[in-house]
């Protein structure tokens, strides 16, 4: 499985808690760090026969060849559907993956609560060695309500045997009673430097651009860079930069089709670098766009730029479900517009 050079420490620390292992563990940190990739590497170990002494699985046994190919007995994976079609950790947990459902209709970004029903018969049955068995779920945040309530009730009354390990983004948006059901573990966002030195390693080009864009984070940056295009996330920043109603209107329509979750991100990105402008001359996210952000900085009042930023963050709450994404984007852009002129 793979292991980043950013969570070495991470997966050291974690080997403290095998002796006294806790029945859930909900890993969390900011989207793009591989933490799918660590959670299954991690479940592989907890399965495997002959772990090393670093606690990684020993990939010879027969479990490993059998975690290697999908049909482990004693393993489950719970993602929603619009994940299903990418191989695990490809694209990291809760990213739109662009994956397409073999039906015309698209494939849920929820985790559902008949996937939860389904694990019961897995859990109810001897396991195929006499070790553990292991749950994957992820992203946590993508469960809905009936699913969060079913997993709950597991949750407070776990089988015996039985180790799930959650990941999440973003641990505001679950329940506090699955909160206080699971030993949390953090996988910080590594250093900008360790990020970059990866991300040149795997032969990008304009790496730091990528990794500023894309908040530091590296696996959100290489797959923009493998994408190859900036052509949403440009036509957004042009437009943030020279705010106008007949503009807003236009690239409204231009991007009602992108992923309304980035479209937010990369908004509340460039305020948060709009802010810091405005009271500090220095730029996080978008060094690219120094000129249009000092011009902006200069005209825009504090008040109204914090007015701006309180929207972002409001919307973004509800990115995922729009009742209609030309008029998210249309009420996002003209908001924004009414702020910043």
């Known amino acids: 499985m793979t292991m980043y050079p950013w969570q070495q420490a991470a997966w050291s620390q974690l080997q403290l808690m095998r002796e006294r292992m806790p029945h859930a563990i909900l890993f969390h940190g900011p989207q793009g760090v591989g933490k799918a990739d660590f959670i299954e590497a991690f479940a592989q170990a907890l399965l495997c026969e002959n772990v090393r002494p670093d606690g990684h699985a020993c990939e010879a046994c027969a479990s490993c060849g059998w975690f290697a190919q999908h049909n482990h007995p004693d393993y489950r994976r719970v993602r929603p559907e619009a994940l299903e079609d990418e191989p695990a950790g490809d694209g990291e ?17 929820e985790i559902k609560i008949e996937q939860i029903r389904a694990l019961s018969d897995f859990m109810n049955i001897s396991t195929h060695r006499q070790g553990l068995r292991v749950v994957v779920l992820y992203p946590a945040e993508a469960l809905n309500m009936p699913a969060s309530n079913a997993l709950l009730k597991t949750l407070e009354e776990p089988p015996p045997g039985t180790v799930f390990l959650l990941s999440s983004n973003s641990l505001d948006r679950l329940l506090p009673t699955i909160l206080s059901r699971c030993r949390k573990f953090a996988l910080p966002m590594p250093s900008h430097a360790e990020a970059l ?7 990008v080009l304009d790496a730091d651009s990528w990794l500023r864009e894309q908040g530091g984070a590296p696996l959100a940056a290489l797959r923009e860079a493998e994408s190859g295009s900036r052509d949403d ?7 943030l930069a020279n705010p106008a109603v007949d503009s807003a209107l236009r690239t409204a329509d231009k991007l009602s089709k992108s992923a309304l979750p980035a479209l937010v991100s990369w908004q509340q990105r460039w305020l948060y670098d709009l802010f810091s402008v405005k009271l500090s001359g220095k730029i996080r996210y978008y060094p690219r766009y120094q000129k249009e952000l000092a011009a902006l900085a200069a005209r825009v009042h504090t008040a109204s730029l914090n ?4 929207g972002a963050s409001d919307r973004r709450a509800v990115a995922d479900h729009p009742l209609s994404a030309k008029l998210f984007v249309e009420d996002m852009l003209l908001e924004y517009t009414s702020c910043c002129t």
């Open 93 to 109: 947990e809760g990213a739109d993956t662009g994956g397409k459902s073999k039906s015309t209709k698209a494939p849920s970004k």
């Open 197 to 203: 030195a990866w991300l040149q390693a795997q032969g």
């Open 233 to 239: 996330l440009d036509a957004l920043l042009h437009f």
């Open 307 to 310: 007015r701006a930023i309180k």
